[in-house]
């Protein structure tokens, strides 16, 4: 299947994408679905590699995965557990069971004691010591931080409750920026950590809980926890009426829908919160049911795998033309680089093809005037996603919106057209002339033919983020049971952790560096001399 694919990668590497580009090819691939409109006309598919994509979902079984994960099977095969964020968003849907049991009954009991909660903070029933809470801190790392860091920016113009705050890095720089900012007597400190043993959270609580019991008698009651771990939760002094958990079935970078999501939900309310769910239901529902041509997380998920699987190109931007997804980037780095970044197979096997992508991105048209000059001229391709919306929030300043359109319309434009040397010579005649023209033309010239796709949505509005976020976590599901990988643990990253522990003696001169590589022992010197 993948000799198939990479004879159609072979065949149409030098295929010009301008050259077919007419309204018949933009309508033959593009997809419209659930208000969204995915166009990926300007890449070098054609229909035989598509068809060549769609049998490698079928050859992968993807239809039946994914009815495994929607219906609770163990399809988190390293560590023997189900996959079911999506059962976190299946407001209205019927009972989704695991090893017999109905789960859905705890979801909703857990998403009603959320919004009791949040709407107690919101209307200032609960209170600090001081009164009605001004600041929440979310204090949690990775999956535990990035998505509703990322929800919470996007959707500001529906945030109308308390400030919030979101502390990941161990770096103290992080958190005493956010504290210096907040008063302890009207914040609520969330601890967001499903393990609640994550070394940079729990270090990152303890301080925001001294800082707290410096000012406030009782730290712990402004405290709440979303976590899996009660045992631990209480042990850290948090009452367990504040404590939202999840189940094993939800990875921390697909956990937003649930409990993580609590500040989010206390920022912009219960109501759009649920908006945002009924979004990702909807991408849910469409993902199991339109066939792969219509199937818009399938598409995605086929243009990355010819982008990079086939066509090699090791890197893809992603490109916001939305301000507000300014953090969807660092929010895709870990959904995609963290799921689809393994070198192994389900079986054992090493992987026969490349893994997952580098994800990477900035917000349009700010990447413009910083990168763009390698995606347009540098010598290795990369793929771009640009995504946009019809209207911006700011209603006043739609003549504002539409030239941000433009910018994201020309860059996706000039990246597929480019500019021979003729063009390039023709607009410096007068200027130079001989061979001077001649090398100051060549500078001017790009290669084109650098494909790229976009997404454009009507308004960034909570149900709208439901559906993007959902849709690329399908795409992740698609691009993994296609590479035959598990991507829903996230064994790489085990290994720094432990080596930070281990390390941890030596930075702090408990314990000697010997022993230890000669570059590690000898910066480990040239801190500690400088003051570590
Ligand atoms: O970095 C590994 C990881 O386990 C992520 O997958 C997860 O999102 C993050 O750490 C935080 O974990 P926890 O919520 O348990 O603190």
């Not at 909703?108 to 029933?125: C, I, K, N, P």
């Not at 949690?140 to 409750?161: C, F, K, N, Q, V």
């Not at 049911?289 to 090791?314: D, F, M």
Request: a negative charge.
């Amino acid at each position: 299947m993948w000799d198939d694919l990479k004879a159609h990668g072979a065949r149409l590497k030098d295929r010009r994408i301008a050259d077919t580009l007419d309204a018949r090819r933009a309508e033959a691939f593009s997809a419209e679905a659930l208000g969204l409109r995915f166009d990926y006309a300007k890449t070098t598919l054609d229909e035989g590699a598509r068809a060549a994509i769609f049998a490698l979902f079928d050859a992968a079984g993807v239809a039946e995965r994914r009815e495994a994960m929607f219906s609770g099977e163990r399809i988190n095969e390293t560590e023997g557990r189900a996959v079911l964020h999506t059962a976190l968003r299946n407001l209205d849907g019927g009972p989704v069971m695991v090893d017999g049991v109905d789960v859905m009954p705890g979801v909703l009991r857990t998403l009603g004691r959320m919004e009791a909660f949040a709407r107690d903070v919101r209307e200032g029933r609960f209170t600090g010591a001081g009164g009605p809470i001004t600041d929440v801190v979310n204090i949690g790392i990775g999956g535990s931080d990035l998505g509703p860091a990322m929800a919470t920016l996007a959707l500001a113009p529906w945030h109308d409750g308390p400030r919030c705050h979101f502390v990941s890095n161990v770096d103290p720089a992080d958190i005493a920026g956010v504290l210096r900012a907040c008063d302890p007597a009207t914040t609520l400190v969330i601890v967001a950590s499903k393990t609640f043993t994550t070394i940079e959270t729990m270090t990152n609580a303890r301080t925001a809980k001294a800082w707290m019991a410096e000012r406030v008698a009782e730290p712990a009651a402004q405290f709440a926890a979303l976590s899996s771990a009660l045992e631990k939760t209480g042990a850290f002094g948090i009452d367990e009426a504040r404590v939202f958990g999840f189940e094993d079935w939800v990875g921390g970078r697909y956990s937003m829908w649930g409990p993580i999501g609590l500040s989010l939900m206390i920022a912009v309310g219960p109501e759009a919160f649920r908006a945002v769910l009924r979004g990702g239901q909807a991408m849910d529902l469409h993902f199991r049911a339109a066939p792969w041509q219509e199937n818009l997380p399938a598409l995605l998920a086929g243009v990355g795998i010819w982008h990079n699987q086939v066509c090699g190109h090791p890197t893809r931007a992603v490109l916001p033309y939305d301000n507000r997804l300014a953090r969807l980037p660092a929010y895709l780095q870990q959904l995609e680089m963290e799921s689809n970044g393994k070198g192994v197979s389900m079986d054992g096997a090493d992987l026969p093809v490349p893994s997952g992508p580098v994800v990477w991105g900035e917000p349009g048209t700010n990447g413009q005037h910083a990168f763009y000059q390698l995606i347009h001229q540098g010598t290795q391709v990369v793929p771009c996603e640009f995504l946009v919306a019809a209207r911006g929030a700011e209603e006043d300043l739609h003549h504002q919106h539409r030239l941000l359109v433009a910018n994201c319309l020309a860059q996706s434009e000039a990246l597929m057209r480019g500019r021979t040397l003729e063009e390039a010579r023709e607009a410096l005649r007068g200027k130079f002339e001989g061979a001077e023209l001649e090398r100051q033309a060549r500078h001017r010239v790009f290669p084109g033919n650098r494909p790229s796709v976009t997404l454009a949505y009507p308004q960034l509005d909570p149900e709208t983020l439901g559906k993007i976020v959902a849709l690329y976590e399908h795409r992740v599901f698609v691009e993994g049971t296609v590479l035959g990988i598990n991507s829903y643990d996230q064994w790489g990253v085990e290994l720094g952790k432990e080596l930070a522990t281990a390390l941890q003696p030596v930075v702090e001169g408990a314990a000697p560096a010997e022993g230890k590589d000669g570059s590690t022992a000898g910066l480990v010197g040239f801190l500690r001399r400088e003051g570590l």
